[in-house]
C-alpha cells in the first residue's frame, strides 16, 4: 500500500473491452451506420439551407446552386444524402419497433437489420430513377 | 435530527433527474421528432423530386405556395430539434473534458439556430415575398 500512495507503480488493471475487440456483426454495424448518417445529415442540412436560400434570392444565386448539384461532386453528395436520409428514417422506424418491445429475438433482429440496409438501398435507387425522369428523363 | 443513512431512498437522486439534470426529456424528445420525421421525410423527398429541373420562377412559386411551405417549415423545425438532441448526444459520448464538451455543446446549439433560421427565413421570404 505505501508504494501505492507514493505512486511509484503503476497497477494495471483490466479496462472494460470497447467496439475493436468484437466480431463486427450486421446489428452492431447498423447501430454505427444509424449514428454515422445522423451526423452527416446534420451537417447535410446546410445544404438544404443553401437549396432554400439561393431560391429566396434570385435567379443568378439558384443558378449557381444548380450548377453544383449538376457537377460530379455535387450528385455525389446529392446522392449520400438521399441514401443517408432514407437509411437514417429506416434506421429510426427501427428503433421505434424496439420501442414497442418487439423486434429483439436474433433472427428478428438480423432481419430488421437486412431490411434496413436493403430497404434503404431500394428506395435510394427508385428516388434517383424518379428524379432522371422528373429531370427529363433520357432526351 | 439527521436521519440514519439506510433510511435515504433513491428518490434524492431521481429528484436530481440524473446526469443531465432533464430526466428521459431529451430520450422521450427524439422519439416524438422522430415520429413526426417520417411522414415530413417522405414529403421533403416528394417536394425535392417534383422541383428538379424546374426554372428558377417555377420553384420560387410552388416552395411559396401555403401548403408546401408549411411542409418545409414543419420539417425545419421537427428535424432541427431533432438534431440537436442527437448531436448534444453524440458529444456528450464522445468528448468528456469540459475544456472540449461545453463550446462543442454550445456550437452544436448555434450551427442548428443558424441553419433552421436561414431556412426559415427563406422559406418566409419566398412566401411573402419582397
Redesign the interface.
Known amino acids: 500500500m505505501a508504494d501505492l500512495d507514493a505512486g511509484t507503480t503503476r497497477v494495471v488493471r483490466p479496462l472494460s473491452p470497447h467496439l475493436q475487440i468484437y466480431r463486427p456483426m450486421l446489428t452492431m454495424l447498423m447501430s454505427i451506420a444509424h449514428r454515422i448518417t445522423g451526423a452527416a445529415l446534420y451537417f447535410g442540412m446546410a445544404l438544404l439551407a443553401w437549396w432554400l436560400l439561393a431560391a429566396a434570392s434570385g435567379p443568378n444565386a439558384y443558378a449557381v446552386f444548380t450548377w453544383f448539384l449538376g457537377t460530379v461532386i455535387g450528385k455525389l453528395i446529392l446522392f449520400g444524402y438521399t441514401w443517408a436520409l432514407i437509411h437514417h428514417m429506416l434506421g429510426g422506424i427501427r428503433h421505434l419497433i424496439w420501442d414497442t418491445l418487439h423486434g429483439f429475438e436474433p433472427a428478428e433482429r438480423e432481419r430488421l437489420a437486412l431490411a434496413t440496409i436493403a430497404g434503404s438501398i431500394a428506395l435510394t435507387l427508385l428516388i434517383w430513377v424518379a428524379g432522371y425522369f422528373a429531370m427529363g428523363g433520357p432526351r | 435530527m439527521k436521519a440514519p443513512a439506510h433510511m435515504r431512498t433513491p428518490m434524492r437522486r431521481v429528484q436530481g433527474l440524473g446526469a443531465a439534470h432533464s430526466g428521459t426529456r431529451d430520450f422521450w424528445h427524439q ?1 416524438l421528432t ?2 413526426a ?2 411522414p415530413l ?1 417522405i414529403a421533403l ?1 416528394l417536394i425535392v ?2 422541383l ?2 424546374r426554372s ?2 417555377a ?2 412559386q410552388i ?1 411559396g405556395s401555403p401548403l408546401i411551405a408549411i411542409v ?1 417549415l414543419l420539417f ?1 423545425v421537427t ?2 430539434y431533432h ?1 440537436w438532441i ?2 448534444q448526444e ?1 458529444i456528450l459520448d464522445y468528448v468528456h473534458a469540459d475544456k472540449w464538451k461545453l463550446p462543442s455543446l454550445l456550437a452544436n446549439t448555434f ?1 442548428v439556430f443558424v ?2 433560421f ?2 426559415c ?3 418566409f ?2 412566401s411573402f415575398g419582397v
Do not use: E, Q
Open positions: 422519439r422522430s415520429v420525421a417520417i421525410t423527398v423530386v417534383a428538379l429541373g428558377h420562377a420553384v420560387v416552395l418545409m425545419i428535424t432541427a438534431m442527437g448531436m453524440i450551427f441553419v433552421a436561414c431556412c427565413y427563406a422559406i421570404k419566398l
